[in-house]
């Protein structure tokens, strides 16, 4: 199998588990929200860290202690994306997943946004375009919720955020999780242990069954990151931004048609003026890609030797 198949496969993978997310979600009430992210980050921990001893790969850590910018950045990914999985967690136990899947479609334009207003970036015409209809969208879904569709917003800042600070860290996906689980897991077992003197956990008190899905929470959060990462390293950039929108068409389709969540129409109305701003904001990246090849292919094209 060559290696462009090879990342298709994994991307499908990777977003295929995402997208499916919220059934798993759904399988660990009673459990509440904080607890959920709780497991979920002292299980990645121990997941990813017998990962990395297998691969003989722990020896990373002393090379990022000797960096405190990084470990500051990664201080601030992990609070930036234990927020985000919070917010999710919430959402899907609350009946809201098409709420969380409109955050992941919304993601693109907010990472272009940042990309103004951090990195100061320069945009392209469609792109302002893309943005301004996205901008009509939430208008249009604010009055149908009666409020600002806020776990969306929370959902699409908050993991435009992280990617733009992983993005700076440049840290391996395995080993980049691992760090970010490892500063907060100390505050997940204190909550954890606190539940637990409470009499208020359901870790290992409602069935045999529950109890595994709640350690097999680490397994399913590093999964998919890693297929993701096996993707990201196979194929173009433009392909994978194609792929991302997989993830959240599912977890739509998981709260109309398994949990009969409401859509009426003003609220899609407000998902198709969504799909036309990333419709206009995705042509225009593959454009601009196409461009972008041409050009690279003219200037390594050998100059032609005039003929004496």
């Keep these: 199998m060559n290696q462009t198949r090879l990342g298709y496969l994994y991307g499908f993978g990777a ?32 997941f990813v860290a017998l990962l990395l001893a297998a691969l003989r790969n722990i020896g990373f850590l002393r090379a990022l202690a000797r960096r405190p910018r990084a470990l500051a950045g990664i201080a601030a990914a992990a609070t930036l994306i234990a927020g985000n999985w919070g917010t999710y967690i919430y ?14 479609f919304i993601n693109p334009l907010v990472s272009v946004l940042l ?17 301004g209809v996205g901008g009509v969208a939430v208008a249009v879904l604010t009055v149908d919720y009666g409020r ?19 993005k700076r860290l440049g840290l391996p996906a395995a080993e980049g999780l ?21 009499g208020a956990s359901t870790f290992g008190h ?16 590093a999964i998919p990151l890693l297929l993701f990462a096996g993707a990201a390293n196979r194929l173009p950039l433009s392909t994978i931004g194609m792929l991302q929108y997989l993830a959240p068409i599912l977890q739509l389709g998981c709260g109309v048609l398994i949990y009969h969540e409401p859509m009426p129409p003003a609220r899609l109305a407000g998902f198709a003026l969504v799909w036309l701003a990333l419709a206009i ?13 041409a050009a690279a292919r003219a200037t390594a ?8």
């Design 15 to 46: 977003y295929l588990l995402w997208g499916f997310f919220p059934i798993y979600l759904k399988l660990l009430r009673p459990a509440g929200p904080v607890e959920i992210l709780a497991h979920r980050i002292v299980w990645s921990v121990a």
């Design 91 to 104: 959402g899907v136990n609350s009946d809201r997943v098409v709420e969380t899947a409109l955050g992941y």
């Design 115 to 131: 990309g103004v207003f951090v990195l100061r970036e320069r945009l392209r015409p469609a792109q302002w375009v893309a943005l």
């Design 148 to 166: 600002l569709p806020y776990l969306a917003l929370t959902l699409a800042f908050s993991f435009a955020g992280y990617g733009l600070v992983k």
């Design 178 to 198: 691992f760090v970010e689980s490892a500063v907060l897991a100390l505050p997940a077992l204190a909550y954890l242990a606190w539940l637990a003197t409470r």
């Design 206 to 221: 409602v069935s045999a069954g529950h109890t595994a899905l709640l350690v097999l929470a680490g397994a399913a959060t």
């Design 281 to 293: 904001f995705t042509i225009d990246a593959l454009r601009q890609a196409r461009r972008v090849r």
């Design 301 to 308: 094209a050998p100059v032609p030797v005039p003929a004496r």
